[in-house]
């Protein structure tokens, strides 16, 4: 890998850690990204942290020394379009809100999206790797990820609905939440298998 490959792909990096982070503290008081998200300098300071992670992430795929990294940057990138469309339509439809989704929701869904993204990276990270190694054990591991994600979701809404920190309305229920959960995990996963087998990995000449 150039050494040009490695700044983006590490810029990319520290983007979605930073996503990361700010996406999980929405859930927990004091509630800081939505504070946050609530100024002039916050809101810009997130834009321009999505912006630079995004490219970060497609020089990286572009530098770098296979193709088959454009597989991977492109289902990452569709699990945040997925993720912002979600968390923008699903405040503004009703269907969902509460604390975490109190402040400017746009915002808050590219923050969420930056989170995805950094969750579900890794995982399909970890994935491509074993499935280029072991391809039916890290299919049936994958397949049991998915299994206990349900319970891991019903226990999750349960405790933020009682808190209040998550309000489902508008015909949305704990198993409506199941159900996109478990879309968003199989989603990269799909997009990745595609796009490789249309883009087999070969070198890429313009990594020197």
């Known amino acids: 890998m150039s050494v040009t490959s490695r700044v983006w792909g590490s810029t990319a990096l520290f983007g979605l850690v930073i996503g ?56 990452i990138a569709s699990v945040g379009v997925l993720a912002f469309l979600v ?31 950094a969750i579900l990276g890794l995982l399909l990270l970890l994935y491509r790797w074993s499935e280029a190694r072991w391809p039916w054990p890290a299919r049936l591991v994958y397949l049991l990820i998915l299994i206990s994600l349900v319970p891991a979701t019903i226990r999750a809404d349960e405790t933020f609905l009682a808190s209040g920190i998550l309000v489902f309305s508008g015909g949305y229920t704990v198993w409506h939440d199941v159900l996109v959960g478990e879309f968003f995990f199989v989603l990269p996963v799909v997009v990745h298998a595609v796009l490789r087998h249309r883009w087999p990995p070969q070198r890429n000449q313009s990594a020197a």
């Open 20 to 75: 990361e982070i700010g996406g999980a503290l929405m859930h927990f008081p004091p509630f800081l990204p939505q504070h946050f998200l609530r100024t002039a300098g916050g809101a810009l300071t997130l834009v321009l942290l999505a912006i630079v992670t995004l490219t970060s992430l497609f020089m990286w795929a572009r530098t770098s020394a296979t193709s088959d990294n454009r597989a991977y940057s492109a289902a």
């Open 87 to 117: 968390n923008v339509l699903g405040p503004t439809l009703g269907l969902f809100g509460g604390s975490a989704f109190d402040g400017p929701v746009p915002l808050l869904a590219i923050l969420t999206s930056l989170r995805a993204m």
